[in-house]
């Protein structure tokens, strides 16, 4: 597999993976022309993708999708729930090829599956992701709410992952949000902090190719500071990215 997060945060949200023959972008909340450019930078052409994937709601995921869909003839895959608050958050306007599915079944692209994990964050029907090819699992796991029963096993499974790191919870506790947005982020629709995530992935350390931290709130954490809890907690020798706020990654293979 090679994978591309072509940016993570609230400011938009969009992860390509392409494994094989087949290209599947997740997420929608950054705008096709962006997506286009940062894909273009690494030789692919975003017409080639298969489908886009959406999985929760929250317009940083979700926005797009209409453009995706209008200007590049992508198939939608959503939840009907999901597709339903979207389009009463934001005018998607027109999309013609929409592709339902339920939170917790399994998508077929060729040889390439796609499980839906239901997850407890605070949007209608969210769910994250592992893209199995037959060969490699790879986690596509954000907006999680919190560590909620079960996602030790999926992370278990993983031959490598994207994992929401969000706050710092020194920085969130002293920073200027409201009290009620604090309790948001740290409570069980929220967000997961560096420290959870170094902690989910501690076990999973030695079966793990690399781990991608996503999500990181530009308010309540930075780059440095998230690598720094999770090297305490894993080691040097872990191989740990970065998906920014402000760009692409590099081509992440696995």
Known sequence: MKIISLQSGSNGNCIYVEAGSVKLLFDAGISGIRAQQRLAAH???????????????????????GIYQRKFALPVHVSA????????????????????????????????SVETIPTPHDSVDGVAFVVDDGRRRLGILTDLGHVFAGLDAVIGSLDAVILESNYDPQMLNDGPYPEFLKERI??????????????????????????????????NNNPGLA?????????????????????????LEL
């Open 43 to 65: 030789g692919r052409d975003i017409r080639d993708a298969d489908a886009v994937v959406v999985s929760h709601d929250h317009l940083d995921h979700s926005k797009c999708m």
């Open 186 to 219: 740290r409570g069980r629709g929220g967000h997961i902090s560096n420290v959870e995530a170094a902690g989910l992935l501690a076990p999973a350390a030695k079966r793990l190719a690399w781990a991608c931290l996503a999500h990181l709130s530009e308010e």
């Open 81 to 112: 729930r999901t597709f339903s608050a979207a389009k009463s958050r934001c005018s998607l306007g027109e999309i013609s090829d929409i592709r339902y599915f339920e939170a917790g079944t399994v998508l077929a692209f060729g040889r390439v």
């Open 227 to 251: 690598m720094r809890t999770h090297r305490e907690i894993l080691g040097k020798r872990f191989p740990i990215h970065i998906a920014t706020r402000y760009g692409a990654t590099g081509v």
